[in-house]
């Protein structure tokens, strides 16, 4: 039987209903009583990340969560799990911007490329950094004009 490369190296992924939520959104999403965005993190004050009482919770933005984390000298959650070379993460992405290709590199997550991407790239949606940058995926299919 033959299959195409590009499918026997596709990982398999799992969703719950679509997404996957840490509780602690949930919990301050339900105090604030509105979804967080996803430019929101919630930092654990106490540096527990299994204590989700909403006094120790903190709704902050990427760049003050890094500036909380940097202070008490506590590696965030992407910096624990994932160590990206930043130029390479960004070369890949504007060769081509199609997340899912590049999360095949690293053999991860979409979520965790867009989350790398956003912080390397200090912007909060990957959508309207591509349209500024002009940034689409070339076919090498096409032939030039
Ligand atoms: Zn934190």
Redesign the pocket.
């Known amino acids: 039987m033959y299959y195409h490369k590009e499918v026997i190296n596709k990982r398999p992924t799992h969703y719950v209903d679509g997404k996957q939520e840490a509780i602690s959104r949930i919990i301050m999403g339900e105090q604030i009583g509105r979804k967080l965005t996803s430019g929101e993190?919630v930092?654990?004050i106490n540096k527990d990340t299994r204590d989700n009482r909403i006094e120790n919770l903190m709704v902050v933005t990427r760049g003050q969560?890094k500036k909380?984390?940097d202070s008490i000298g506590m590696k965030?959650r992407l910096q624990k799990k994932y160590f990206f070379d930043k130029d390479e993460l960004i070369g890949l992405y504007h060769d081509d911007p199609r997340v899912y290709k590049i999360a095949e590199v690293y053999n991860c997550n979409e979520m965790t490329i867009e989350r790398a991407l956003r912080i390397f790239l200090n912007c909060n949606s990957l959508k309207k950094y591509k349209k500024e940058k002009g940034l689409r995926y070339k076919s090498k299919n096409r032939m030039e004009a």
């Open positions: 993190l930092h654990h969560h909380i984390h965030t």
